[in-house]
């Protein structure tokens, strides 16, 4: 039985600038041990595949049981996981103290808390670093998300920046290896991408600093392309192209 602070240790120490750990996403117990079968040293959720399993909106605060329940489940796996839990289910920093602390205590080694709202705007800087700072302290590492990119508002660096005092940082959406190297270079903060197919290899990530490369909800998305790819066929149709992501949030429950 491992302690808090041996999970946030080894957790930590696989985030190596210019040897990335790639963390694959999982959405239900069944893909996350599958994943753990595979090898794979630590596993995350994603919110959007925890969202669609349950029927309910992405990034709008809703899944905040369903979200501690997989973790429950997978913490059994004998991985290291970490848990997106959105932008914390709540903009109140005492209760995502408390969230982090029960998911330290299911044995959880790393959360990630987004600055994106659900209306498309992003959460004031300083009260995002509130929210960081209630998240830190409990043996946790504290991933540090801005969707400024992702959103298309706001200034990258002047997030990363602000954000220095979590144990890592995450920019979904970049995808120019001079940029990434660019972020990298403005932060001491281990820095996390998201992988995208067409995207720059996970060895061209690595020379350009990057940490840490998350799958994000590709893998859900794969599934569901797998899935339909296979019933499909039984009609002799071809397969079809891998849905976005906006394409799974339009069938889902709106917010």
Sequence with gaps: MTTAEERYAGFRDLHRPGDPLLLPNAWDYGSAAALAAQGFAAIGTTSLGVAAVHGKPDAAGATRAETVELAEQMCDLGVLVT????GGFSDNPAQVSDLVAALAALGVAGVNLEDGRPDGTLRPIS???????????????????TDTRWLRTGDTLERVRAYGHADGVFVPGLSDPDEIAEVAAATSLPLNVLYQPGGPSLDRLAEAGVARVSTGSLLYRASVQGALAAVLAVRGEPAPPMPSYAEITAILPQR
Excluded: M, P
């Design 127 to 145: 009260l995002h670093q509130r929210i960081i700072e209630a998240a830190l302290g409990h043996g946790v590492f504290v991933n540090a998300r």
């Design 83 to 86: 848990v997106d839990i959105e």
